[in-house]
Protein backbone atom coordinates (compact mmCIF):
# COMPACT_ATOMS: atom_id res chain seq x y z
CA UNK A 1 0.00 0.00 0.00
CA UNK A 2 1.26 3.34 -1.46
CA UNK A 3 0.99 6.35 0.97
CA UNK A 4 1.74 10.21 0.72
CA UNK A 5 2.02 12.26 3.54
CA UNK A 6 2.81 15.56 3.92
CA UNK A 7 4.30 17.43 7.00
CA UNK A 8 5.46 21.30 7.40
CA UNK A 9 2.39 23.78 6.59
CA UNK A 10 1.25 26.05 9.56
CA UNK A 11 0.90 29.96 10.36
CA UNK A 12 3.46 32.11 8.88
CA UNK A 13 3.35 35.95 8.63
CA UNK A 14 2.94 37.45 4.88
CA UNK A 15 6.77 37.46 3.64
CA UNK A 16 7.99 34.56 5.89
CA UNK A 17 9.28 30.86 4.54
CA UNK A 18 7.67 27.61 5.19
CA UNK A 19 9.30 24.53 3.53
CA UNK A 20 6.58 21.45 2.97
CA UNK A 21 8.17 17.85 3.06
CA UNK A 22 6.13 15.04 1.48
CA UNK A 23 7.11 11.43 2.17
CA UNK A 24 6.18 8.36 0.48
CA UNK A 25 5.77 5.23 2.03
CA UNK A 26 5.54 1.61 1.32
CA UNK A 27 6.75 -0.71 -1.48
CA UNK A 28 7.89 1.02 -4.29
CA UNK A 29 9.69 0.25 -7.47
CA UNK A 30 10.31 3.62 -9.76
CA UNK A 31 8.67 6.95 -8.66
CA UNK A 32 7.80 9.18 -11.27
CA UNK A 33 6.67 12.72 -11.86
CA UNK A 34 5.98 14.43 -8.40
CA UNK A 35 4.06 17.87 -7.42
CA UNK A 36 2.24 19.79 -5.68
CA UNK A 37 -0.85 21.44 -5.73
CA UNK A 38 -2.86 23.87 -3.86
CA UNK A 39 -6.95 24.44 -3.25
CA UNK A 40 -8.55 27.13 -1.67
CA UNK A 41 -11.90 28.02 0.06
CA UNK A 42 -14.14 27.78 -3.03
CA UNK A 43 -11.57 26.93 -5.92
CA UNK A 44 -10.41 24.57 -7.95
CA UNK A 45 -6.96 22.27 -7.10
CA UNK A 46 -4.24 24.10 -9.04
CA UNK A 47 -0.95 22.78 -9.79
CA UNK A 48 1.83 24.79 -8.15
CA UNK A 49 5.36 23.01 -9.04
CA UNK A 50 6.12 19.66 -10.85
CA UNK A 51 9.38 17.99 -11.13
CA UNK A 52 10.19 15.12 -12.77
CA UNK A 53 12.46 12.11 -11.55
CA UNK A 54 15.49 13.73 -13.45
CA UNK A 55 15.25 17.11 -11.52
CA UNK A 56 13.70 18.58 -14.06
CA UNK A 57 11.25 21.57 -12.76
CA UNK A 58 8.09 23.92 -13.77
CA UNK A 59 6.22 26.34 -11.76
CA UNK A 60 3.23 28.31 -11.83
CA UNK A 61 3.83 32.02 -12.67
CA UNK A 62 2.22 33.23 -9.72
CA UNK A 63 4.89 30.89 -7.21
CA UNK A 64 8.07 31.45 -10.17
CA UNK A 65 10.95 33.06 -8.60
CA UNK A 66 9.20 32.21 -4.76
CA UNK A 67 8.98 28.53 -4.73
CA UNK A 68 11.61 26.15 -5.46
CA UNK A 69 10.23 22.39 -5.73
CA UNK A 70 13.14 19.41 -4.64
CA UNK A 71 12.93 15.80 -4.69
CA UNK A 72 15.40 13.43 -3.03
CA UNK A 73 14.88 9.48 -4.47
CA UNK A 74 16.75 7.81 -2.12
CA UNK A 75 14.49 9.16 0.72
CA UNK A 76 11.18 8.96 -1.53
CA UNK A 77 10.78 12.84 -0.87
CA UNK A 78 9.48 15.69 -2.36
CA UNK A 79 9.78 19.21 -0.76
CA UNK A 80 8.98 22.61 -1.64
CA UNK A 81 10.24 25.11 -0.14
CA UNK A 82 7.74 28.56 -0.21
CA UNK A 83 9.17 32.16 0.59
CA UNK A 84 8.22 35.59 0.26
CA UNK A 85 4.40 34.52 0.91
CA UNK A 86 1.46 35.93 0.15
CA UNK A 87 -1.92 36.22 2.10
CA UNK A 88 -3.10 34.52 -1.27
CA UNK A 89 -0.50 31.50 -0.98
CA UNK A 90 -3.36 30.57 1.65
CA UNK A 91 -4.31 26.82 0.67
CA UNK A 92 -4.59 23.37 1.43
CA UNK A 93 -1.03 22.09 0.17
CA UNK A 94 -1.39 18.86 -1.98
CA UNK A 95 1.81 16.05 -2.77
CA UNK A 96 1.03 14.18 -6.19
CA UNK A 97 3.09 11.76 -7.05
CA UNK A 98 2.97 8.94 -10.18
CA UNK A 99 4.00 5.68 -8.94
CA UNK A 100 5.18 2.48 -10.24
CA UNK A 101 4.72 0.15 -7.50
CA UNK A 102 6.25 -3.02 -9.13
CA UNK A 103 8.24 -4.07 -12.12
CA UNK A 104 5.05 -5.51 -13.46
CA UNK A 105 2.32 -2.96 -12.68
CA UNK A 106 1.33 0.19 -14.66
CA UNK A 107 2.22 3.72 -12.70
CA UNK A 108 -0.90 5.30 -10.71
CA UNK A 109 -1.78 8.33 -9.46
CA UNK A 110 -1.28 9.18 -5.74
CA UNK A 111 -1.95 11.45 -3.23
CA UNK A 112 -1.51 13.10 0.08
CA UNK A 113 -4.25 13.90 2.33
CA UNK A 114 -3.19 17.89 2.10
CA UNK A 115 -1.46 19.90 4.74
CA UNK A 116 -3.19 23.88 5.65
CA UNK A 117 -0.68 27.03 5.06
CA UNK A 118 -1.89 30.11 6.12
CA UNK A 119 -0.22 33.34 5.58
CA UNK A 120 -1.27 35.93 7.82
CA UNK A 121 -1.13 39.91 6.21
Known amino acids: QVHLVESGGGLVQAGGSLRLSCAVS????????MEWYRQAPGTQRDLVATITRGGTTNYADSVKGRFTISRDNAKKAVYLQMNSLKPEDTAVYHC???????????????WGQGIQVTVSS
Open 96 to 110: YANIRASAWENALDY
Open 26 to 33: GIIYRIND
